[in-house]
């Protein structure tokens, strides 16, 4: 029976590499002769992303916080179950661009969504399932927005007042603070090859622990 294998979120504001990042990170362990899963929330799966575009096309219809939190749990329920864990058992690696610390972060502190609610959601979809280690890059909101806008048309939540954004990166850093040794706060602000050095350094490191 395969050993279990590790699951690794990256996390961050809008516009700090995560995706760039995530792609380093699998290469790095791929040349390690780790089998890798690379996946992203909301979505993951087909049903997953159908969710997604529910959640990011911009609308004139008002979205309640709550219909967005209970979306964001229900594509997490699909992923979890019919990609994540199955993954997780056969021993690979999964690496996933967010998960429920973004919850945390967006609907928490962005929405103000009490954390008490999101906690109680948490633990009737993952039950005991947490990330192995988050990869937290971090840099300020304006830098990431000024990127986010070089990309191209913004989603719903890329449209958001910088106040909003300013919130969801102070949530982070908070939950980085109380659990020191599952979050590795990157400096995304630096160039991308640093960052790039930081980051193929840190999952170079965690795979050598684990070996």
């Not at 019919?82 to 945390?104: H, M, Q, S, Y």
């Amino acid at each position: 029976m395969a050993a279990r294998g590790r699951f690794i979120t990256f996390e961050g504001t809008e516009g700090v590499g995560k995706s760039t990042q995530l792609q380093n990170a699998a290469d790095t362990l791929t040349s390690l002769g780790i089998d890798v899963v690379v996946t992203r929330e909301p979505g993951g799966t087909p049903m997953a992303e159908k969710i997604r575009e529910l959640l990011l096309a911009p609308r004139e219809e008002p979205v309640h916080e709550t219909t967005e939190l209970l979306l964001m749990f229900a594509a997490r329920a699909q992923h979890l179950h019919n990609r994540i864990l199955p993954a997780l058992a056969e021993g690979k690696w999964v690496l996933c661009d967010r998960f429920t610390d973004a919850t945390f972060a967006y609907q928490g502190g962005g929405r103000g969504v009490p954390e008490e609610r999101i906690a109680l959601l948490e633990t009737l979809v993952q039950g005991d399932v947490r990330p192995d280690h988050v990869v937290l890059l971090d840099a300020p909101v304006e830098t990431g927005m000024a990127r986010a806008k070089k990309r191209g048309e913004l989603d719903r939540f890329e449209q958001e007042e910088l106040a909003f954004f300013q919130r969801i990166r102070d949530t982070y850093l908070a939950r980085a603070t109380a659990a020191p040794m599952q979050y590795h706060v990157v400096n995304a602000a630096l160039p991308l090859a640093q960052v790039s050095e930081s980051v193929t350094g840190l999952l170079s490191a965690l795979a050598r622990v684990d070996s």
